[in-house]
């Protein structure tokens, strides 16, 4: 049973970059993607941007584009998702999830000044 | 860019109610959407895939239906474990753009 696991939480000034790592555990396929969703307080679910690992092609969502960059291992299997220019509106639980049907635990930034 | 709305927001109802939830797609999606249920400090959990497929250990009281721009979860009979948000949810593409709906209260009366 594949099992996603984060790194933990972040505090982080305005202006600032956050890099969050999400770590697969048990076995997968060789072509898996894994995608980044954040959720802001209160708030519904919001998809940044996904990567193909084993061939590193990525894609991102376009409110994000040109802050959000998402790399990946392919062994060990692992994701990376740095969110850069911070502000407080990015405050928010940040999610990796293999294919949408196995999800991490959730990482939570927060961001002030 | 698919657009997701769910209806009702929120959806006041009993313990053994059933619960029927919305979602309208803005363009067809055939039959590529999925439903997630989610309870206050945990991730998304799978409900259905494939607008009518459920999800590895979800009862058979949760159904999908639907095809096109149309689509609907609902829940025979309501257990006190099912009252949580659920969204809706489509995916496309290769690495997959994903897209969700506002999301669906369901919420004991």
């Known amino acids: 049973q594949v099992q996603l696991v984060q790194s933990g939480a972040e505090v982080k000034k305005t202006g600032s970059s956050v890099k969050v790592s999400c770590k697969a555990s048990?076995?997968?396929?060789?072509?898996?993607?894994i995608s980044w969703v954040r959720q802001a307080p209160g708030q519904g679910l919001e998809w940044m941007g996904g990567i193909i690992p084993v061939f590193g092609t990525a894609n991102y969502a376009q409110n994000f584009q040109g802050r959000v960059t998402i790399t990946a291992d392919d062994s060990p299997r692992a994701a990376y998702m740095e969110l850069s220019s911070l502000r407080s509106e990015d405050t928010a639980i940040y999610y990796c999830t293999l294919g949408t049907s196995i999800w991490g635990q959730g990482t939570l930034v927060t961001v002030s000044s | 860019e698919i657009v997701l709305t769910q209806s009702p927001a929120t959806l006041s109802l009993s313990v053994g109610d059933r619960a029927t939830l919305s979602c309208r797609a803005s363009q067809s999606v055939s039959s590529s959407l999925a439903w997630f249920q989610q309870k206050p400090g945990q991730a998304p959990r799978l409900v259905v895939f494939d607008t009518s497929n459920r999800a590895t250990g979800i009862p058979a009281r949760f159904s999908g239906s639907g095809s096109g721009t149309d689509f609907t979860l609902s829940i025979s009979s309501l257990e006190p474990e099912d009252f949580a948000i659920y969204y809706c949810h489509h995916r496309s593409g290769w690495p997959p753009e994903l897209t969700f709906g506002g999301g669906t209260k369901v919420e004991i009366k």
């Open positions: 048990g076995g997968t396929s060789s072509s898996y993607s």
